[in-house]
């Protein structure tokens, strides 16, 4: 049918300005109207017939007065009570057509304006669930879940921005001093110089990958392909990985394994994540030190895995910043062994996007540290 000659494009072209809840509403009424016609002229086009075959059955001559008075009394009847059974449905039938178009419509203003809002860059919006089937409420979730997907997007960068501004002061104040010197002819371009340079340019490069890499994994942008494996397996992989450093280290590195359980994860991630803090440990344990990884059911629904040192700890006012991005428990000796302070984030990040938790803990300074993931266990 050509959409030129059919009656939706006769109903556009007529309110070219109008709602979808009119157009509803005026669509849904030329259905209740034909109905109400077309059953009306059904029953005056059979009704007649029907009525005089049975006065012919009964006996009743079709020409006397008594079948004229008989088939007006029909008729008066058939036309009132038809005329106001059709009205009072009609009228009906509008009534509801009008309220569900006029629950559509504001559903689906509410939804055009919490999009208009989303893309004005009001995050929080939230769009509550209008009660009009599933189609609906799926709707207006995958609304929400944009808008919450977005709001921590915008988040993360702007964390990003203010950390990576923060970071890249002292890089940057080094090179610029060092170029004035040189200009000033205060400093010559030695082998020490180079070394500054090339140290301040290398930790510029290195903050570029590390705020790529927290970012991805804050907001689970890192590819997660979880396949059944068992935590003694996870442990065994991550500890040969680093075993050789610890050794160059003079670090002993043990392992206890109470209870090997199964967990569905992603290894590479969890390798990752474990290698972060075995990292992390042996940057704070002295020649001569111990760190030790143990894993084991904590209940019966999760395992623990936990990397604990013997090395300089942690203060307490430094426990609920740990994993927060660029945070250092102690600046200087992080930046001389090449820390960053975004490995305990990536490694909370990873964490959650399995559905666990990761935690700190020590007796203070001095007295070592500990780090305790968690993973649901797979239950067979």
Known sequence: ????????????????????????????????????????????????????????QAGIDHN????????????????????????????LALVVSWYLTRRVQRSITAVTTSAARIAGGHYDTRLTSPGLGREFDE??????????????????????????????????????????????GVRTFDDETRQVLYAATQRLSRLAQDITAVSRAEEHLTRI?????????????????????YESAGVTLRTCIDDSMIVTVDPDRIGQVLGNLLDNALRHTPPGGTVTVTSRQADKDRVQITVADTGDG??????????????????????????????????RALVEAHHGRIRAHTDGPGRGASFTLELPVVRL
């Open 139 to 184: 709707l207006a979730v995958t609304v929400n879940e944009l808008a919450r997907r977005l709001d921590a997007t915008e988040t993360t960068r702007r964390r990003m921005l203010a950390d990576l501004g923060h970071e890249m002061r002292t890089p940057i104040a080094t090179l610029d001093s060092y170029l004035e010197a040189l200009d000033d």
């Open 225 to 245: 392909r979880p396949v059944p494996t068992t935590t003694d397996a996870l442990v065994d992989n991550a500890v040969d990985a680093v075993r050789e450093r």
């Open 314 to 347: 942690i203060a307490p006012d430094h426990l609920d910043h740990l994993f927060d991005r660029f945070y250092r428990a102690d600046t200087a000796r992080d930046r001389e062994s090449g820390g960053s302070g975004i490995g305990l984030t990536i490694a």
């Open 1 to 56: 049918m050509n959409p030129k000659t059919s009656p939706r494009g006769s109903l556009r072209r007529s309110f070219p300005g109008a709602s979808f809840g009119t157009r509803l509403f005026l669509a849904l009424t030329v259905v209740v109207v034909g109905c109400a016609v077309s059953a009306w002229l059904v029953a005056s086009s059979l009704a007649p017939g029907i009525f005089h075959d049975h006065l012919g």
């Open 64 to 91: 006397s007065s008594q079948a004229a008075h008989v088939e007006q009394a029909f008729t008066w009847a058939i036309v009132l009570a038809w005329g106001l059974a059709v009205a009072l449905a009609v009228l």
